[in-house]
C-alpha cells in the first residue's frame, strides 16, 4: 500500500494528514483557510489521490503558516508514500484550461528539489487566502516531496481561475508521474535510484 500519516506540530500550526496514492475515494479537508480547502479539493479529485488533511493554524494573524506548513506535510506524505520509487512513470505534466486562464505544471519525482514558478495574480486575497501563498504552498510541497516543479500560468484574468487551473494541473501530473508503469524495472532512471 502506497500510503502516509504524518502529524506535525510546531508554535504556529498543528497538521494531521493522511495520503493514499492508489485510494481515491476518501478526502476530507479542514484547514480553517475556505479557498485552501477548496485548492486541496479540487488537487485530491484530479490526482485521484485519496486525502485527509486537518490543520489548525494561527489564523488570527493571517494564512500564511498554515497554507506553507500544509505544503510541507503533503510533500512528506507523498516522499514517504513513494518509497524508492520503484515502477513508478517519474514524470508528469497537464495543462488545465479554467474558463478563460490556462494553468500547466510538469513536475519530475526525480528526488531533486526545485520550484519555477511563473504567474501574477491581480487579486491580491482571496476570501482570507493570500494568493501569494500560492507560491509557498508549491514551494513547500516541492522541497519536502524532493520534487521538480514547474508551475506556469498563461494567461488568463480571473485570479481564482489561474489558481484553480494550477492545483488541477498539479493534480493530473502528479497523477502521471507516480502510475506504476508495468514497463518499468526497477526506477525510471540511468542512475538506478531516484
Known amino acids: 500500500m502506497r500510503t502516509a500519516k504524518i502529524e506535525r506540530k510546531t508554535a504556529e500550526t498543528a497538521i494531521k494528514m493522511e495520503v493514499y496514492l492508489d485510494q481515491p475515494e476518501r478526502c476530507e479537508i479542514n484547514t480553517g483557510v475556505g479557498f485552501l480547502d477548496h485548492m486541496l479539493t479540487l488537487f485530491a479529485r484530479h490526482s485521484r489521490i485519496g486525502f485527509v488533511c486537518e490543520a489548525i493554524g494561527d489564523l488570527e494573524v493571517d494564512s500564511h503558516h498554515t497554507a506553507e506548513d500544509v505544503g510541507i506535510v503533503l510533500g512528506q506524505c507523498l516522499k514517504a508514500a513513494l518509497g524508492d520509487k520503484a515502477g513508478i512513470n517519474r514524470y508528469g505534466s497537464e495543462y488545465v484550461p479554467m474558463d478563460e486562464s490556462l494553468g500547466f505544471v510538469a513536475l519530475d519525482l526525480s528526488g531533486r528539489s526545485y520550484l519555477v514558478f ?77
Not at 494568493?131 to 488568463?156: P, S
Not at 489561474?162 to 493534480?171: D, N, S, V
Open 118 to 194: 511563473d504567474a501574477t495574480f491581480d487579486n491580491p486575497k482571496l476570501g482570507a487566502f493570500d494568493t501569494e501563498l500560492v507560491e509557498e504552498f508549491f514551494q513547500a510541497v516541492a522541497f519536502n516531496a524532493a520534487m521538480n516543479l514547474h508551475c506556469r500560468v498563461l494567461y488568463g484574468k480571473n485570479t481564482h481561475h489561474k489558481i484553480e487551473a494550477l492545483f488541477k494541473a498539479f493534480g493530473r501530473a502528479l497523477r502521471q508521474a507516480i502510475t506504476v508503469n508495468p514497463d518499468i524495472v526497477g526506477v525510471n532512471s540511468t542512475k538506478g535510484v531516484l
